[in-house]
């Protein structure tokens, strides 16, 4: 929700829903809260919200690709 454009959110992730047996397919929607993941829920709507409240999270400015310190492994934006 911070990479520049329009975020690609598949149903459930907000809730940490994964694939099934198959890795590419979702099986159905988890409707029962008790049975979400929601702390995960409440992550994205928080970023949701600073996406609205910051444009430049968004769409606006510079994308940069950097490594990471020492660690080659790491890939960041800014």
């Given at each position: 929700?911070?990479?520049?454009?329009?975020?690609?959110?598949?149903?459930?992730?907000?809730?940490?829903?994964?694939?099934?047996?198959?890795?590419?397919?979702?099986k159905?929607m988890?409707?029962?809260?008790?049975?979400?993941?929601?702390?995960?829920?409440?992550?994205?709507?928080?970023?949701?919200?600073?996406?609205?409240?910051?444009?430049?999270?968004?769409?606006?400015?510079?994308?940069?690709?950097?490594?990471?310190?020492?660690?080659?492994?790491?890939?960041?934006?800014?």
């Amino acid at each position: 929700l911070t990479f520049i454009g329009t975020p690609c959110i598949y149903y459930g992730d907000e809730i940490g829903m994964t694939g099934e047996m198959d890795p590419g397919c979702r099986k159905c929607m988890i409707w029962d809260q008790e049975q979400q993941n929601r702390e995960l829920f409440e992550h994205v709507r928080k970023l949701i919200h600073l996406r609205r409240e910051h444009p430049l999270l968004a769409n606006d400015g510079e994308l940069r690709f950097v490594l990471s310190g020492s660690d080659d492994s790491c890939l960041v934006y800014t």
